[in-house]
């Protein structure tokens, strides 16, 4: 099989499996019993939190686990400050999106942030923040369909002078570019294990000291009492272990990732009516967003996927349903065009002779009738 799925899900990292196997095995302990077993998987877990917060540059003390970016972006949200009002990018992921319409629902202001025709958030709608002062804005540092990857160092400086709360979804973007807590600037930001290698159920929110964080989840002193639960000591340790690999080999991968997206890119230019989504715009070094207008999209993931070719229509956290991308809605894409999106996103194992495959397939595919 062909996987070009990689903003879906990347597969476990053989030497995050390795890793990971003692604590599925012989060291069961609970991290909070004080015996010999409980401190070896207590010691694990602070190895894994200094080995995340390393990746993005931040403080093990800021650094709380959660079961995945999801739960990271709601607890990010749920800071936001009593009374305030909410402003969260039109473009981002459903676990921004929805969160943000329930506190809506719940009394507080909501404010959309519209983006330009590439997916990029714009000066302009950063004054009118700016105006509005709502109490927390969110932006994601890259989207997930588009790879498009936002100024928010720049913009988290604007907002912050004026005591507005920042946080970012960098779920997309760690392990792809470098990213640096403290060098973005913001308050708050969410990760997640398997988008790096690493494996599922396990995310992180990387917070500054200033921010009251609310817990969504009660009844236990875990994680500085801002998450309750027995920690999920495996998924813990292959996330700190995939963020350190993601760490050391973050220059190569990157490098070869875009050298496989600009040949891509080359290739499906070569078909006529291609498009390209926000080309212009900077992006992750891995994806690409491309329509093809009288195509069905979803058909074409579905025929792909007959071939043993794994592609994705948009949003895996999304999937189901028949309705236009609302991130392509935000860029103001034609909806017949729209529908017709196909996402490919690589990853550390694709090759040339998979894209040139890929690209032969989709001719023919976009031939048949």
Do not use: W
């Not at 650094?63 to 009593?82: D, H, K």
């Not at 292959?238 to 991968?253: C, D, H, I, N």
Request: glycine letters at 10%; hydrophobic letters at 40%; one cysteine or more.
């Amino acid at each position: 099989m062909i996987y070009f799925d990689h903003n879906a899900t990347t597969p476990l990292d053989e030497r995050v499996l390795e890793t990971m196997l003692p604590y599925l095995g012989a060291f069961y302990g609970n991290p909070s019993s004080l015996y010999r077993q409980g401190r070896i998987v207590r010691s694990a877990i602070d190895n894994a939190r200094e080995q995340v917060a390393s990746l993005v540059s931040a403080s093990t003390s800021q650094i709380v686990f959660t079961s995945g970016g999801t739960e990271a972006n709601n607890l990010a949200l749920a800071s936001l400050p009593p009374g305030r009002g909410l402003a969260v990018s039109a473009v981002e992921h459903p676990s921004i999106i929805e969160p943000a319409e329930h506190l809506h629902s719940q009394g507080h202001a909501l404010t959309l942030i519209e983006v330009n025709a590439d997916g990029v958030i714009e000066q302009d709608a950063v004054d009118g923040l700016l105006e509005r002062k709502p109490g927390l804005v969110s932006m994601m540092l890259a989207n997930n369909e588009t790879g498009v990857v936002q100024p928010v160092a720049r913009y988290a400086e604007q907002l912050k002078s004026h005591g507005i709360l920042v946080h970012t979804d960098a779920v997309q973007a760690a392990g792809k570019i470098p990213v640096h807590f403290s060098g973005l600037g913001v308050h708050l930001m969410s990760l997640s294990s398997h988008k790096i290698y690493g494996p599922k159920g396990c995310g992180a929110l990387v917070f500054d000291k200033s921010v009251e964080i609310r817990p969504i989840l009660r009844g236990g002193g875990q994680e500085q009492g801002l998450r309750a639960g027995t920690e999920n000591v495996a998924a813990i340790v292959g996330f700190g272990k995939a963020a350190e690999l993601a760490g050391a080999e973050l220059t190569e991968r990157s490098r070869r990732l875009r050298a496989l997206r600009d040949l891509l890119e080359a290739q499906l230019s070569s078909i006529p009516g291609v498009t390209l989504f926000a080309r212009s715009a900077e992006r992750l070094p891995n994806t690409v967003q491309f329509g093809m207008a009288g195509t069905d999209g979803e058909m074409l993931v579905m025929r792909l996927d007959q071939k043993s070719v794994a592609v994705s229509s948009g949003s895996a956290c999304a999937s189901g349903g028949k309705e236009l991308s609302p991130v392509l809605v935000a860029m103001g894409v034609d909806a017949e065009l729209g529908m017709s999106a196909v996402r490919i996103s690589l990853g550390k194992s694709n090759t040339e002779a998979e894209i040139f495959t890929f690209v032969n397939l989709l001719k023919t595919l976009v031939r048949q009738p």
